[in-house]
């Protein structure tokens, strides 16, 4: 009898474990397969988990918890419209201006070019292919016009972030515990202990990363941006985001965002005091964020050892190319949670057994 019952509780909790996983996966591809929806809802994750702790202090004020959702809200959107509103004209300013600077550039480097290959030419006997720089100058043409006529879908995709984010927010903050709490009762009973700590330490860590980076992409930049514009060197706040914009890519990301910044005066200025001020700014800039601000706010948060991070950007890069190197970090940080759930699971049951 003992038995027969034990059978039946162990196939309905493989079947409750089935369909357990079956909605988990379900809901990471559906999400991963929308990414206009999975992004802004990311981003409202992270915020929910800064402005979160301000609920209950406005509840404790005799604030119902709905409204007080909504004075944080209000209060976020409008410490954050006045550098949005400011920055959004500027962008789109800069943006246009610099097309009218595309053809410097290529000037310089052709001219460059020729000179390149006359000395390899004369000192090694070697002639260079003309036709890498034309597919050079033709690809980078291509691109910066692209960029610039893809700016109104970027600047649509922009209001369409400021009308989801908040509302995925709200909804969060409001209802996030409710769904929770669904996930939680169609858990099976032997995973219920685990998956609870799972998502706690999955959530304090995949929130803090993501605003580690996203404060660490802002210091940059301000850094360039601030320095640029010190220097009075043109399209500063858009060759500044460039750079803390690319910087969110782990290890390749400086350089890459370096490299428009450092092209333009090179071609405005050419190799004298200007461009070796502005790479000495890029350096700096970066020396700062891996030796202050990555072990600070990033490293400790994802507790990885940097051969796992190297290793988890290259495997990103290889299977999904730039977004995969962004989210690599994370990725890894929460397998290793995973990893390290199932070894304490199965050494604590090994114990158990052995007394």
């Known amino acids: 009898m003992i038995e027969k019952h034990l059978s039946k509780w162990r196939n309905r909790e493989i079947a409750r474990t089935v369909f357990f996983f079956t909605v988990i996966i379900v809901m990471i591809l559906a ?17 929910s988990l800064m402005i979160r702790p301000g609920v209950p202090i406005l509840m404790k004020l005799g604030i119902p918890r709905t409204l007080a959702i909504i004075a944080l809200l209000m209060g976020l959107i409008g410490i954050s419209a006045w550098p949005i509103t400011k920055a959004v004209p ?3 300013d800069e943006a246009r201006n610099l097309q009218f600077y595309i053809p410097k550039v290529e000037s310089y480097i052709t001219n460059r070019y020729v000179v390149v290959k006359k000395e390899l030419k004369e000192k090694a006997g070697y002639d260079l292919n ?11 043409n291509k ?17 369409e972030w400021v009308f989801l984010v908040p509302l995925f927010t709200f909804f969060i903050l409001k209802d996030g515990i409710v769904f929770r709490d669904i996930l939680l009762n ?40 601030a320095g640029l514009w010190f220097l009075d060197i043109r399209f500063s706040f858009l060759l500044g985001l460039v750079a803390g914009i690319t910087n969110i890519i782990p290890y390749v990301g400086p350089v890459i965002g370096a490299i428009p910044g450092l092209i333009y005066v090179l071609a405005e200025y050419g190799a004298g005091g200007t461009f ?49 190197m962004v989210i690599s970090i994370p990725l890894a940080a929460a397998l290793k949670l995973i990893i390290l759930e199932i070894y304490q699971s199965i050494y604590a049951r090994r114990n158990n057994s052995s007394f």
């Open 143 to 159: 691109y910066v016009t692209n960029s610039i006529l893809a700016l109104p879908k970027w600047l649509a995709s922009l209001l």
């Open 90 to 92: 500027l962008i789109s």
């Open 31 to 47: 999400l991963a397969s929308v990414p206009r929806v999975s992004a802004p809802l990311l981003l409202a994750y992270v915020i």
């Open 130 to 140: 003309d036709s890498y720089l034309y597919d050079f100058l033709e690809n980078s």
């Open 186 to 225: 169609i858990c099976p009973n032997t995973l219920f202990e685990r998956f609870y700590s799972l998502t706690h330490e999955f959530g304090k860590k995949i929130g803090g990363y993501i605003f580690a980076k996203f404060v660490e992409a802002s210091i940059i930049f301000v850094i360039i941006t």
């Open 276 to 324: 070796a001020a502005i790479a000495i700014l890029y350096t700096v800039a970066n020396a700062i964020d891996i030796a202050i601000v990555f072990p600070i706010l990033v490293s400790r948060i994802v507790d990885l050892h940097p051969l796992v991070v190297v290793v988890s950007v290259i495997l990103g890069s290889q299977s999904m190319g730039v977004l995969g």
